[in-house]
């Protein structure tokens, strides 16, 4: 390395400055090419500071804007965005995934293990007494089966028989579990729309970014039904939840992938049956293995 290199990373930086502190190499603008940091004065004042602070804050705040309204009210225009290689004004799909789930699975978790959840009607403690029920009738082993098999079925059996006072331990041992089980179902998802979209141009990652879509969508919407419905005990949100995603849905796919109306609406149902097959087969995996670790 050359001794100008060293010195430029080693001294203070001046006002006159023209080289990185990071690694030395010429400064074209307020970010290093070379190394992608960002440069500054080496005495800045605290308001100075606290300046670049709010404006990261606040262009993060609009990016993140940006993503949030049309993900709620223009189906399938990221997705389209995206596609089209309009991507830096938007939050990336799997970033704004991995935020919208943390924030839903977060709150189920204190929702599903706070003492408050019993005042609420019909909801989580719905969930937990069909837990229970569904833990109860649990049978994997018959006559004929191996051994390791008759060990788990006995042991589901007693497991379930000790839930039957407080299912609390399940479900909160289920929420756990469900952040991976919905990761995991996210390919298979676009897998079927792969398969919807078998003959058209578009590629099974394009597939995947509409699949994280759809499902921050779905998750955040799920997400203000609960917390409405925590907080007001019923709300329209949560009842025309279902309505919601039926239509969000085939406008999203139209959007996306230009299909016609018909083709939409054939295409959402064969995805919506398939995805909720595949959704209670996961749940009730995630059933058996959280009772069988208990």
């Given at each position: 390395m050359a001794l100008s290199r060293i010195f430029a990373t080693v001294l203070p930086m001046?006002?006159?400055?023209?080289?990185?502190?990071n690694c030395?190499?010429?400064?074209?603008?307020?970010?290093?090419s070379h190394c992608g940091q960002r440069e500054g004065r080496g005495d800045l004042s605290f308001g100075a500071v606290l300046g670049e602070l709010l404006d990261d804050v606040i262009s993060w705040d609009s990016r993140f804007w940006r993503t949030l309204l049309p993900?709620?009210?223009r189906p399938g225009f990221l997705t389209a965005e995206f596609i089209a290689g309009r991507r830096a004004r938007y939050v990336p799909?799997?970033?704004?995934y991995l935020i919208v789930s943390f924030l839903l699975f977060l709150v189920v978790s204190l929702l599903a293990g706070g003492a408050s959840v019993?005042?609420?009607e019909g909801g989580i403690d719905g969930a937990r007494e069909d837990a229970s029920d569904f833990a109860m009738s649990i049978s994997?082993?018959?006559?004929?089966?191996?051994q390791w098999l008759k060990d788990l079925d006995e042991r589901l059996e007693q497991n379930a028989e000790k839930l039957s006072d407080d299912p609390r331990q399940l479900i909160q041992s289920m929420v756990e579990y469900l952040p991976q089980m919905m990761f995991l179902l996210l390919p298979v998802f676009a897998l079927l729309l792969k398969f919807c979209y078998l003959f058209s141009p578009f590629h099974y990652l394009q597939h995947l970014v509409f699949t994280?879509?759809?499902?921050?969508?779905?998750y955040l919407l799920y997400l203000f039904g609960q917390l409405a419905h925590f907080w007001l005990q019923g709300n329209a949100v949560t009842e025309a939840f279902p309505f919601l995603v039926l239509v969000y849905l085939p406008l999203a796919l139209m959007r996306t992938y230009n299909s016609s109306l018909a083709g939409a609406v054939g295409k959402t149902l064969f995805i919506l049956v398939a995805d909720g097959f595949l959704l209670v087969f996961s749940f009730a995996a995630v059933t058996i293995i959280a009772l069988a670790l208990l």
């Open positions: 001046n006002e006159n400055r023209t080289n990185c502190r030395g190499e010429a400064l074209g603008g307020q970010y290093c993900l709620m009210f799909p799997f970033r704004l019993a005042q609420t994997l082993a018959r006559e004929d089966s191996p994280l879509h759809v499902h921050s969508f779905v």
